[in-house]
Every structure is written in C-alpha cells, then in structure tokens.
C-alpha cells in the first residue's frame, strides 16, 4: 500500500498505540489488561507500521528478532518462578519488594510475569504476522 497519509500517521500512531501497550501491561494487575493484553496492542502497533511501511521498515524500527523477542519473554516469566522457589514458598506464589518510592509502591515477581508474557507475545505474534508478510511477498 502505497499511502503517504497512512505511512506518516503510522509513525505517530505506532509512539501512541505502544505507550498504551504499556500501560495496559502496569494496570493488569488489578483491572483488565496485563501482559498478554499489552503484547497483543504492541504487537498491532508494529503490524499497522509494516502495512504502511513495508516490512523491511517494520523489521528495522523493532530492533530485535521477533523470535529473540519470544524467548526473552520465556525466560522472564521463567525468572519470575525461581524467587518464590528459593525462599521455600510454594511454586509462583508472589513476592513484592517495597521500592520506598510513593510512586512506584511495591513491585513484586506477578510484574516480572506478566512483562515476560508481554514479550513472549509480542514476539510470537510478530513472527507469525512476519512470516505471513514474506510468504505474501513470493507469491
């Protein structure tokens, strides 16, 4: 799709639509949203760029490998398992830390979860919407 207005928008749009993408991973805790929520609305984000970017455009402004992006994603939610098992707790069960910083308040092992799967989604997602694009490109 060749559309100047769309390929400008998109760069705007694309700032915005990943600001929102973070702010539905920080307020799923308590309200709808979280990281799988956040994954998807990011993962959109890009996917709008590389309709009106191209996907060369779109693979360039990520900066990292979607599949890299997946596994990061794993690990941390993996990560995220290990605290709880080394102080003796049962398997995931939560632990905050205080910061001291009103602003901040506690952050604990479900944040380091749920950041996990936001990018173990954003990940899977964009490799199979990049794919779908090169296999588009052949035919």
Not at 50 to 56: V, Y
Not at 61 to 71: D, K, M, T, W, Y
Not at 98 to 117: N, R
Request: glycine residues 10%.
């Amino acid at each position: 799709m060749n559309s100047v207005i769309l390929a400008t928008a998109s760069r705007y749009l694309l700032t915005l639509i990943l600001i929102f993408s973070v702010f539905m991973l920080l307020r799923g805790h308590n309200e709808p949203g979280g990281g799988f929520v956040g994954g998807l609305v990011a993962a959109a984000a890009f996917a709008l760029y590389f309709i009106a970017n191209g996907l060369d455009a779109a693979r360039s402004i990520l900066r990292i490998e979607p599949l890299r992006a997946a596994v990061l994603g794993l690990l941390l939610s993996l990560l995220s398992t290990l605290p709880s098992l080394v102080s003796g707790k049962p398997f995931m069960t939560a632990l905050w830390i205080d910061t001291g910083i009103e602003a901040i308040g506690k952050v604990g092992t479900p944040l380091l979860f749920d950041v996990g799967v936001y990018f173990l989604v954003l990940g899977i997602t964009l490799t199979i919407i990049f794919a779908l694009a090169e296999e588009e490109c052949r035919v």
